[in-house]
């Protein structure tokens, strides 16, 4: 007989690690991506605000302390919201051990997803010392730009093992030509272009996470002109990829993701331009992020779209308890 799920949360989170299924296995995953992008917009919003040096020191907040105090060079909120990114950095390197034990304990185990899993907490750690990097050269336009792009790095493995843990292991089969898959990885090489030199307008800019923390030594209007080109690129790779993948009658999921994919280029161009003519408003900053994080697991999915490994392997079933001797020993 099955045995029935129980009703308490605590219970079933703890299942869902300790005895988990694909399926738990996979939404665990998602979980840990959708954590990697709450802390990319949280990350953007100590560089709007100026908090970049809100807790001076690392590990510590400020001085002996880990947590914010008094500090009359340091505004309360200011360090609120710095101390707030390296909390949800805690959260989110939680949810990767959670991940990681769950690939672990998974019946039958597969490899591919136990490497994807240790990926996540692994990642963390360097995040925060890179963090920590951060804060000890005082904002260096550098550190900070390596600092948001190792976000888009770690959704790479979150991503893959959300994926992965719903499909086979059989060899990857092809579900598009050669030219559609050549277009595909063309998107993400541009995707990531993007990204990169939107660290380096970041880091031109005013949003540099603190009033005097050094800046990149460009001209604001080129390096934003170079990556408004960036985008007009991606943009010309997507539209070829959608027309190919109807004409050659690819699989639904994947025309699906490259429509997403166009959607979110349109949407991050639109919003890139008005942020650049209104002055960088930081409200407009943080959904620029948020817009430039989801076009890249866009990119990545309409990636993965593109092959097939096959069913997920069912998860084992436990073995029946043995009967007692008193049990055994009475008749049919």
């Known amino acids: 007989m099955a045995e029935r799920e129980s009703s308490n949360p605590l219970v079933r989170t703890w299942n869902a690690v300790w005895r988990p299924t694909p399926a738990s296995l996979r939404l665990l995953a998602l979980i840990g991506v959708i954590g990697n992008v709450v802390i990319v917009v949280s990350g953007g919003a100590v560089r709007v605000t100026k908090s970049g040096l809100g807790c001076p020191d690392w590990p510590r907040c400020s001085g002996d302390s880990l947590v914010p105090t008094h500090n009359p060079e340091h505004h309360v909120l200011n360090m609120s919201i710095e101390f707030g990114n390296r909390l949800i950095t805690f959260v989110v390197l939680g949810v990767g051990v959670l991940v990681f034990v769950a690939a672990l304990r998974l019946r039958p185990r597969r490899r591919s997803l136990v490497?994807?899993?240790?990926?996540?907490?692994?990642?963390?750690?360097?995040?925060?010392?890179?963090?920590?990097?951060?804060?000890?050269?005082?904002?260096?336009?550098?550190?900070?730009?390596?600092?948001?792009?190792?976000?888009?790095?770690?959704?790479?493995?979150?991503?893959?093992?959300?994926?992965?843990?719903?499909?086979?292991?059989?060899?990857?089969?092809?579900?598009?030509?050669?030219?559609?898959?050549?277009?595909?990885?063309?998107?993400?090489?541009?995707?990531?272009a993007v990204l990169v030199a939107g660290t380096v307008v970041t880091g031109t800019g005013p949003h540099a996470g603190d009033a005097e923390s050094r800046r990149y030594g460009f001209d604001i209007t080129d390096v934003a002109r170079i990556h408004g080109e960036l985008a007009w690129l991606t943009i010309a790779l997507t539209v070829p990829a959608i027309v190919v993948l109807h004409r050659t009658g690819a699989p639904a999921a994947a025309r699906r993701r490259a429509h997403e994919l166009a959607v979110l280029i349109v949407l991050q161009g639109a919003v890139g331009y008005v942020q650049y003519f209104l002055g960088v408003p930081a409200g407009l900053v943080l959904l620029h992020m948020l817009g430039a994080v989801l076009m890249w697991l866009a990119a990545f999915r309409l990636f993965f779209a593109l092959r097939d490994r096959g069913p997920a392997p069912a998860a084992a079933e436990p073995a029946p308890a043995a009967p007692r001797p008193a049990e055994a020993a009475q008749p049919a």
Not at 167 to 192: F, K, N, Y
């Open 115 to 192: 490497w994807w899993a240790l990926a996540q907490p692994m990642s963390v750690v360097a995040q925060a010392v890179i963090g920590g990097i951060v804060v000890l050269t005082k904002l260096h336009p550098a550190a900070v730009s390596l600092h948001f792009l190792v976000s888009p790095a770690l959704l790479v493995f979150c991503v893959a093992l959300w994926i992965r843990a719903g499909e086979g292991d059989a060899p990857p089969r092809p579900l598009a030509g050669p030219w559609t898959r050549r277009l595909a990885a063309a998107l993400l090489v541009s995707c990531a």
